[in-house]
């Protein structure tokens, strides 16, 4: 009983010290991945409740909208010069790095937030690439993950988009944020974040659900859970193919 | 259009595939090869993992030698004897070429593996097949005495002999065994059928009439490669059919004209012409395993 009125009485104090509160919606919580998907857009919007107006000696209001997309392990591996070819030789492997990632804000992340907010909120590729142990004979595990920095924002799959959330009035803001076309199956998760002084004033989390849908979806389905039928079927198809087209140029060519 | 493989999990231009698809066939029938050899790597170039690109051929190339196949059969140009015997060391290989596969996809070095096989196979076929040609068009120049198919006197001496009656041989059933096995690993590991080296196999070694030897070879390419793709499928799970069919679309069209095209030209031109692709493809592999690559470090997702 004690505890529960503590915990009441904590959050009553917190409601009274965040003035300012997000109100943010998105264009759409499911991204269908099609036979014929091309890359989406996710529409990010929103508005700042306020109860009083901000204190009179409190900088600029900021928005950060992230986009971070399913967080798994990659390895990673390193081509060497051997007897004249190029082979991977050095192995690391990344315990934890997003397939996707974009940040969009409304001034660059260093200047709206300090580094504790960042690393308690896990925002940028500093935290959520995340290279925990290397093998011993490795001298430089960090280029690794650098490595996949590197390649996947080549691939537009990690974006830094300074600039790219417009805010109206310290009260309304949107972005529009790119997926693109090679996007995986997943929880996307996407927060919203309002700053002051370069601290987080409030938040706001929702999740992307990004899934293979229709034709795709079975395809991927079968290939996975009865390999044996889906191999069985791949035959099968390619032999009526053969087959009809054998047949088609028989009739036309007799 | 951009269309999404599910298996592949790559969005690759629709008309592209097609196109692709559709030159290759139309090679294949110019030349009389599967094309396997020009495919793999070409889907490797426009972004297809290689692991997918070599196990999604296996089903194309099933598909485009069933065709040939039954052309063949109603011509009764298909030793179904020796097809088998090719077919049981075929079926063999495909089992340890996609064990190999697989664990060299598990220790990253399956596009080194590929591309050395690639490298050495082509470089070594494609400079005979050239130099043959090239003999051939300056004998053909002037007149002297034709030589002889030499038979190998070792390939008779060997036990186990069958009696195969749509070649007209008697000879021990090993050498078709290995050769049939040799190529059903090459099958699992290149994604190719293995035509180019068993159709010179079977003329060489095995001495087999030239008129039977392609609907042959076609008739163990198409069981061989159902296999590797069951295989692919249930250990590897890189089959990606939704691009194979595509591929396989654009195939049979393409080798319909590539039929009219061979028809056209010279038997000598034809093979100077398919070798020089061959060394083509060839070198440029080579060299991209000795140029070094735009970046060192490449990602696998997962561990």
């Known amino acids: 009983m004690r505890a529960w009125v503590g915990a009441l009485l904590l959050l009553a104090s917190l409601g009274a010290a965040r003035a300012e509160e997000v109100v943010a919606s998105l264009s759409q919580n499911q991204v269908s991945i099609t036979a014929f998907f091309d890359g989406s857009e996710i529409f990010v919007f929103g508005a700042v409740k306020r109860y009083s107006p901000p204190p009179a000696d409190a900088g600029p209001l900021q928005v950060l909208v992230s986009i971070v997309g399913p967080i798994g392990p990659v390895t990673v591996r390193r081509k060497e010069r051997v007897a004249g070819i190029w082979i991977n030789t050095d192995e690391v492997i990344v315990d934890r790095a997003p397939y996707f990632y974009a940040n969009a804000s409304t001034v660059p992340v260093r200047e709206m937030l300090s580094h504790t907010d960042q690393m308690r909120n896990q925002i940028g590729l500093p935290w959520l690439v995340d290279l925990r142990g290397a093998p011993e004979e490795i001298a430089d595990p960090f280029d690794f993950r650098d490595a996949v920095v590197r390649l996947r924002s080549s691939e537009g799959l990690y974006s830094e988009l300074p600039g790219a959330v417009r805010l109206v009035d310290e009260t309304l803001f949107d972005v529009s944020v790119p997926l693109p076309a090679n996007l995986v199956e997943g929880d996307y998760t996407a927060r919203v974040f309002l700053t002051r002084d370069r601290q987080v004033v409030d938040s706001f989390e929702t999740t992307i659900a990004v899934r293979r849908s229709g034709l795709e979806d079975w395809i991927y389905r079968l290939a996975q859970d009865q390999a044996l039928i889906y191999g069985l079927l791949s035959v099968a198809l390619a032999l009526a193919l053969g087959w009809a087209a054998a047949a088609l140029f028989r009739y036309l060519r007799p | ?290 140029v070094t690559p735009d970046d060192l470090y490449s990602l696998t997702v997962g561990t």
Not at chain 2, 37 to 64: D, H, K, R
Request: overall charge positive.
């Open chain 2, 1 to 290: 259009m951009q269309l999404y493989l599910p298996i592949a999990e790559v969005s690759v231009n629709l008309f592209l595939l097609l196109g692709l698809g559709t030159i290759v066939g139309v090679l294949s029938g110019m030349f009389g090869v599967g094309g396997g050899f020009l495919l793999t790597p070409l889907l490797i170039f426009i972004g297809i993992p290689p692991a997918v690109a070599v196990a999604t051929q296996a089903p194309q190339i099933t598909g485009l030698s069933f065709s040939g196949t039954l052309a063949h059969l109603r011509r009764r140009t298909v030793d179904i004897k020796m097809g088998l015997v090719l077919l049981a060391g075929g079926l063999l290989g495909s089992l340890i070429g996609v064990r190999i596969f697989k664990w060299l996809s598990e220790m990253g070095q399956v596009e080194l593996l590929v591309s050395l096989c690639y490298v050495v196979f082509l470089g070594v076929i494609g400079g005979l097949m050239f130099i043959e040609s090239l003999n051939t068009l300056r004998k053909s120049r002037k007149p002297g005495t034709v030589k002889r198919r030499q038979r190998h006197v070792w390939v008779h001496r060997l036990p186990f002999k069958m009696r195969f009656r749509t070649s007209h041989l008697y000879i021990s059933a090993i050498p078709p065994f290995a050769i049939g096995f040799f190529v059903g690993i090459l099958s699992a590991i290149m994604g190719v059928g293995g035509g180019f080296i068993m159709v010179p196999a079977m003329i060489y070694i095995i001495g087999m009439p030239t008129a039977v030897v392609v609907g042959t070879s076609l008739f163990q390419i198409m069981f061989v490669t159902a296999f590797t793709t069951i295989l692919h499928a249930t250990q590897n799970y890189t089959v990606d059919t939704m691009l194979a069919l595509l591929l396989l679309v654009g195939g049979v069209v393409g080798a319909q004209f590539g039929a009219i095209i061979a028809v056209k030209m010279k038997a000598e031109q034809l093979r100077i012409a398919l070798a020089l692709m061959v060394l083509a493809v060839c070198l440029k592999l080579a060299f991209d395993l000795i």
